[in-house]
T-cell receptor
Framework: DTGVSQNPRHKITKRGQNVTFRCDPI?????LYWYRQTLGQGPEFLTY????????KSRLLSDRFSAERPKGSFSTLEIQRTEQGDSAMYLC?????????????FGPGTRLTVL | AQSVTQLDSQVPVFEEAPVELRCNYS??????LFWYVQYPNQGLQLLLK??????LVKGINGFEAEFNKSQTSFHLRKPSVHISDTAEYFC????????????FGTGTQLKVEL
């Protein structure tokens, strides 16, 4: 169990560019979550997967955001045409099962800065 | 919808003193409650959770929390803090059957001083 890993840890980009983040969950964890955390705020839910199926997307997730988990293992979060308001820490979490409630294990996050 | 309020953005405390971090929630349905800790440059780590049963929940690192349904609160306490407890603490809720997606408060920065 190596924990949830996220890459890159930091990303600086110019407004209008596309960026992609990767999350590798703990092995055999069925559920994978994406959250966004801005300065001085708690994490906000963006979307989650059960295996390869994306089950829910927050209203925070505009059309410029897309997430995938093609084989039910790692996941990617892409932001197209980045805006300065997208600057935040993007957190990934995984949980071992689809039980009603289960502990989520968080990665260290990817900090995005849009200039 | 659920919401979580952590009124104290910062709590300074001396080492070996007791501390209480406050959390209140609002929900039209019953919820499960969590406390997470975030150390600098690290991911969120679960301290404890309340699902059902005894309202006093014990977690890691000597922390405990008490669920109070009438006051819709889930305050976190530790009888004697250590320098290493300096971190940001987040209270979170999720409703049963809600996909387990968490709604977090804005966090409380605990600063332990010598």
């Amino acid at each position: 169990d190596t924990g949830v890993s996220q890459n890159p840890r930091h990303k600086i980009t110019k407004r209008g560019q596309n960026v992609t983040f990767r999350c590798d969950p703990i092995s055999e964890h069925n559920r994978l979550y994406w959250y966004r955390q801005t300065l001085g705020q708690g994490p906000e839910f963006l979307t989650y997967f059960q295996n390869e199926a994306q089950l829910e997307k927050s209203r925070l997730l505009s059309d410029r955001f897309s997430a995938e988990r093609p084989k039910g293992s790692f996941s990617t979060l892409e932001i197209q045409r980045t805006e300065q308001g997208d600057s935040a820490m993007y957190l990934c979490a995984s949980s071992p099962s689809s039980l009603a409630v289960d502990t989520q294990y968080f990665g260290p996050g990817t900090r995005l800065t849009v200039l | 919808a659920q919401s979580v309020t952590q009124l104290d953005s910062q709590v300074p405390v001396f080492e070996e003193a007791p501390v209480e971090l406050r959390c209140n929630y609002s929900s039209s349905v019953s919820v499960y409650l969590f406390w997470y800790v975030q150390y600098p440059n690290q991911g969120l780590q679960l301290l404890l959770k309340y699902l059902s049963g005894s309202t006093l929940v014990k977690g890691i690192n000597g922390f405990e929390a008490e669920f109070n349904k009438s006051q819709t609160s889930f305050h976190l306490r530790k009888p004697s803090v250590h320098i290493s407890d300096t971190a940001e603490y987040f209270c979170a809720v999720t409703p049963p059957g809600g996909g387990n997606k968490l709604t977090f408060g804005t966090g409380t920065q605990l600063k332990v001083e010598l």
